[in-house]
């Protein structure tokens, strides 16, 4: 069974770029049976895609985040990793990754979630 | 992109009540159409796909309908453990979106 953690560091100064790390067990990365997503929730909000990459590497991002965030793919971790760039404020939230069965759409399973919080 | 509009924003209701959700879409999605709970502090759950396929695991009085641009979740006799909030999300498009949320609380 698939499960997913995220890591990274909780605390970014603003203007900086935040890194997050997915961590795959249960099963690989590279598998074409999946792809592989992020999504943030700020406090007391809802849910906000990130982006979506797949095992042939395209990447499709929310169009309001896209010029900021970069999904990439390290294989020989079992990992994928999130990078957002010029950060302020209004990126302080819980980022979750998440896997979603290729062709589907839905995510399942979800990480526990990691908060970051944008600060200096 | 694809809009999802939730209704209500938040509900009470009482143990044992039938409740339902909906969701519409700004345009067409077929059966694009799923629904996640999400209690506070946790990461959400996905508990129907395709508009009215059962996640496995998940109890049988959730069901989903719709198709198009207009989906309901309905819970069919309420549990204490169903007090939560509940997401839909389209994934017609390769850029999902999510409704806004409707917080189900207790009466």
């Known amino acids: 069974q698939l499960q997913l953690q995220e890591s990274g560091p909780g605390l970014v100064k603003p203007s900086e770029t935040l890194s997050l790390t997915c961590t795959v067990s249960g099963g690989s990365i590279s598998s074409s049976s999946y792809y592989w997503g992020w999504i943030r929730q700020p406090p007391g909000k809802g849910l906000e895609w990130i982006g979506s990459i797949y095992y042939s590497g395209s990447t499709y991002y929310n169009p309001s985040l896209k010029s900021r965030v970069t999904i990439s793919v390290d294989t020989s971790k079992n990992q994928f990793s999130l990078k957002l760039s010029s950060v302020t404020a209004a990126d302080t939230a819980v980022y979750y990754c998440?896997?979603?069965?290729?062709?589907?759409?839905?995510?399942?399973?979800w990480g526990q979630g990691t908060l970051v919080t944008v600060s200096s | 992109d694809i809009q999802m509009t939730q209704s209500p924003s938040s509900l009470s209701a009482s143990v044992g009540d039938r409740v339902t959700i909906t969701c519409r879409a700004s345009?067409?999605?077929?059966?694009?159409l799923n629904w996640y709970q999400q209690k506070p502090g946790k990461a959400p759950k996905l508990l129907i796909y395709a508009a009215s396929s059962l996640q496995s695991g998940v109890p049988s009085r959730f069901s989903g309908s719709g198709s198009g641009t207009d989906f309901t979740l309905t819970i069919s006799s309420l549990q204490p453990e169903d007090f939560a909030t509940y997401y839909c999300q389209q994934s017609y498009s390769t850029r999902v979106t999510f409704g806004q949320g409707t917080r189900l609380e207790i009466k």
């Open positions: 998440g896997i979603a069965v290729a062709g589907t759409g839905w995510f399942d399973p």
């Open positions: 345009q067409s999605i077929s059966s694009y």
